[in-house]
């Protein structure tokens, strides 16, 4: 296993969006009746009901399907619906992934860059933001949810997205929800080939500073690199450090 430097991509951005709707796909659930839906499934929503943030401490383990190699970070998640999302990296390198409204920020501290991208709920092909917008929208109506056996478990979801366009860029998503109900282990295979699996260590419902978990902080002296012509330059949320 090698630990080297997880460069972010623009077009992963879909797999960034696809953690929090399965972290919190119960939070914009109408309580309507789940008929249909696997079991699984429905343990993760009545775990997640009444969500207004979440935290998880997480292990990623990305296999390069062109080289063989095996690449392990780890970090922390945390989502405060309805969009805001922050991806933090510790080993092997800090990053933080920040979405707040209408951006995609990366905080890149040995490059001393903080770069903006544009982001958008309603990109074409990327149902899979649906819940980002904060519509009242389940997982299953994002995803059709099977659940079978998968490898050693016993028990996963399978996710498929109802309306991926052509170019969509993940192939096959499995779910395996731990015995509390929420989610365990989060496998991605994208269209690469290479496989992304985050083991999660620790999910807290409702942590009482979800509001600076999610916190947008652009170190003093960073260089901002802005990557859209979008109006609001700054980006909402915006926080520089004095």
């Known amino acids: 296993m090698t630990t080297r430097r997880t460069r972010f991509e623009p077009w992963r951005l879909p797999i960034l969006a696809a953690l929090a709707v399965l972290l919190t796909g119960a939070a914009g659930a109408t309580g309507r009746a789940s008929a249909g839906v696997p ?87 990327s149902e899979i933001f649906l819940l980002f917008g904060g519509r009242n929208r389940s997982l299953e109506d994002a995803f059709t949810v099977t659940q079978s056996e998968w490898g050693s478990e016993p028990s996963a979801l399978r996710l498929v997205p109802r309306h991926a366009e052509p170019g969509y860029p993940i192939e096959d998503i499995r779910l395996i929800v731990g015995k509390d109900g929420f989610p365990e282990r989060l496998f991605f295979k994208e269209s690469t080939g290479d496989t992304v699996v985050f083991q999660f260590t620790r999910v807290v419902k409702n942590p009482p500073d979800i509001e600076s978990l999610v916190a947008l902080h652009i170190p003093k002296g960073m260089e901002v690199i802005d990557a859209t012509p979008t109006p609001n330059h700054g980006g909402p949320g915006l926080d520089r450090e004095p």
């Open 39 to 125: 079991p699984e499934a429905r343990r993760l929503e009545k775990a997640l009901q009444g969500v207004r943030g979440i935290r998880a401490d997480f292990v990623q383990i990305r296999d390069v399907a062109l080289t063989g190699e095996e690449i392990q970070a780890t970090g922390t998640l945390a989502f405060r619906p309805p969009h805001e999302f922050r991806l933090a990296y510790g080993k092997p390198d800090p990053q933080e992934l920040v979405i707040r409204g209408d951006s995609l920020w990366v905080i890149l501290p040995e490059e001393n860059q903080a770069q903006r991208y544009p982001f958008s709920p309603d990109s074409p092909g």
